[in-house]
Structures are given as C-alpha cells and as structure tokens.
C-alpha cells in the first residue's frame, strides 16, 4: 500500500502571505504510459466535508481559486497557497490515486 | 444544486448492523462511480469502498472487508452502505463521494456529502 505523509502537520502564516504543505507518497504515484501524476488536494473548513482543490498534481478544480496551486512529480508533492485569505482555515489533504485511495494526515493551517 | 446527502447513521452497539444511504441529486447519478469515506473524530480521512457506474464492481479497503457492502439502486439515485459486525473502531463521519470521472472509476472525488455519523457503542 501507498502510504502518504504530510509536513507540516500545522502551520500558522499571516493574511496576504504564502502557505506551503508538502506532500511525500511511499512509492512514485506518476503512471509512466500517460505522464501524469496520480495525487489530489482537498480542503476540508471546520465542521465540512473535504472540498476537491487539485487533481492531477497541478490541475485545478472548477471555481478554486488561482492562489491555489500544485505541483511536484513522482514522490514529492507541494500545495501552495500563495496569499493566505480568512477563509482559507482549514485542513488539507492530499491524496493519491494510483492504487487503493490514500490520505496524507492532514496539515491544518491557520492565520499567525 | 448539485449534492449528495448521507443518512442512516446513529447510535449502535458493537457487533450489530447499521445501513447507510446517500441520495444524489441534480446530476446523473447512473453515469458515475461512488465511493465511501470516513473519517474518525478529530482524524484523517480514509477510503472505505467504491462501487462501478453499473454497480457490476466493488472494491474494499482491507479494514471493512468481509463485513461491508456497497451497493446503489440508480431508478432511485441512491447509494448504500451496509455495515456489518460492527466494531469500535468503525466509528466516524461516514461521506458519500461521487467518482470524478464519467463511467470510468479514477478514483478521486469531486463531490461529497455533509456525512452522517456512526457511533459504535454498548
């Protein structure tokens, strides 16, 4: 099974500034015969279900909004949020689906 | 809009059954595969079953293999959950979440429920 591992588990960032989770799978999750990378991000806000950011690695889901942005390859994965907004509270997870769906732990992210 | 809501959950005494549904709406429920997810409180999330657009294939996570089964009705546009022999460790906000691709499984989610919770205890 593919495990997959978040850093940090929390961290605080101040409004208007970058925050950067990372994401690390067990094994590649990049399917060599279509060049794509296998992993999706979710926000999930207090008390809500998980909300889709980001699949395939960098593409983003309809209406999120472009501060959100993925990238990274094969094993190692990075969400950014590059200006932190009130409303972006929450925990994110990654998640790959190359094999048997798999969660990162979540990285909650709050406002310094 | 656009939406899915779970129900059945509740109260229930180890090693009984519970059975959960989720009914979709304003989309074209019979056209895509659906998942189950849970999520212990205050924990992460993790993938519980997926069942095909046609419901002709399932597929489990090793942890409720055996004891639970996925099945949906598409005259009804419902989804289910049958939890058998139930455990302790078996309780968490259970999600309904609609597969994001179109008759294939690609196995991430676009859409999800508000969740309904499964208390397993005597």
């Known amino acids: 099974d593919i495990v997959m591992t978040q850093s940090p588990d929390s961290l605080a960032v101040s409004l208007g500034e970058r925050a950067t989770i990372n994401c690390k799978s067990s094994q590649s999750v990049l399917y060599s015969s279509n060049n794509k990378n296998y992993l999706a991000w979710y926000q999930q806000k207090p008390g809500q279900p998980p909300k889709l950011l980001i699949y395939?690695?960098?593409t983003r889901a309809s209406g999120v909004p472009d501060r959100f942005s993925g990238s990274g390859s094969g094993t190692d994965f990075t969400l950014i949020i590059s200006s932190l907004q009130a409303e972006d509270v929450a925990v994110y997870y990654c998640?790959?689906?190359?094999?048997?769906?798999?969660f990162g732990q979540g990285t909650k992210v709050e406002i310094k | 809009q656009v939406q899915l809501v779970e129900s059945g959950g509740g109260v229930v005494q180890p090693g009984r059954s519970l059975r959960l549904s989720c009914a979709a709406s304003?989309?074209?429920?019979?056209?895509?595969?659906m998942h189950w997810v849970r999520q212990a409180p205050g924990k992460g999330l993790e993938w519980v079953a997926v069942?095909?657009?046609?419901?002709?294939?399932?597929y489990y996570a090793d942890s409720v293999k055996g004891r639970f089964t996925i099945s949906r009705d598409n005259s009804k546009n419902t989804l289910y959950l049958q939890m058998n022999s139930l455990s302790a460790e078996d309780t968490a906000v259970y999600y309904c979440?609609?597969?994001?691709?179109?008759?294939?499984?690609?196995?991430?989610?676009?859409?999800w429920g508000r969740g309904t919770l499964v208390t397993v205890s005597s």
């Open positions: 395939w690695a960098s």
């Open positions: 069942i095909s657009f046609d419901g002709r294939s399932e």
């Open positions: 979440a609609k597969d994001a691709s179109l008759i294939d499984v690609s196995w991430y989610f676009d859409l």
């Open positions: 998640q790959q689906y190359y094999s048997t769906p798999a």
């Open positions: 304003e989309f074209t429920f019979s056209n895509y595969g």
